[in-house]
């Protein structure tokens, strides 16, 4: 009888462990303006970074990464390095509760379930077509011009996202525009995008 309580016990905590582990995996995004160059991720019981997650790449602005620690803890610290050297970290993160982590931004920046803070257009775009996407246009719709190319020299392939900041003094409704590769155009106008964490372009 001992032994068969010993081996649930036994598997009761292979799961839970098992289930930790798949619950703190999260977005790591970059809502600065500056390329993020290294990131690490540890348990917050250690003092010990490891190696950097982002390997022989980079994080341009705007863009995220899906993170998938080696352990199974959920509280983390997470620490990003800039291109100019600047570091800013992020500690004692439950990451089993949220889906993102935000780094930049200013006061948009840290650890959110994901949609934006009432009022707060801003929101990802996440390329669910099958084609490759080369301009990204985002305004508010009280505004008659689209503003900068929000890809910059960079292409959104498909299943890849980028973050799109807007003031919240524009309002809700967002005017949105992309270029496909062969110079086609889309266009969504007056979508409210404060409730929106991702919207999907199809």
């Not at 289930?19 to 977005?27: D, E, L, M, Y």
């Amino acid at each position: 009888m001992r032994r068969i309580l010993a081996l649930v016990a036994l598997l009761v905590g292979l799961t839970a462990a098992g289930t930790a582990q798949a619950q703190n995996r999260f977005w790591l995004e970059n809502h600065s303006n500056t390329t993020i160059r290294e990131a690490y991720v540890s348990s917050a019981r250690v003092d010990v970074w490891g190696p950097d997650i982002l390997g022989s790449g980079v994080l341009p602005a705007g863009q995220r990464v899906w993170v998938t620690p080696s352990f199974g803890d959920c509280v983390l610290d997470v620490r990003v390095v800039y291109m100019d050297g600047r570091v800013e970290d992020r500690r004692n993160v439950n990451a089993c509760g949220l889906s993102r982590i935000l780094f930049g931004g200013g006061a948009g920046a840290g650890a959110t379930l994901g949609g934006g803070p009432s009022g707060d257009p801003s929101f990802n775009l996440f390329n669910g077509t099958g084609a490759v996407i080369r301009e990204v246009y985002a305004s508010s719709s009280r505004l008659s011009s689209w503003g900068p190319d929000r890809l910059g020299v960079n292409i959104l392939q498909p299943g890849q996202s980028v973050y799109i900041g807007l003031p919240a003094s524009g309002g809700c409704m967002t005017d949105i525009r992309v270029v496909y590769m062969n110079g086609a155009a889309q266009d969504r106008v007056n979508v409210n995008t404060c409730p929106i964490g991702t919207l999907t372009w199809r």
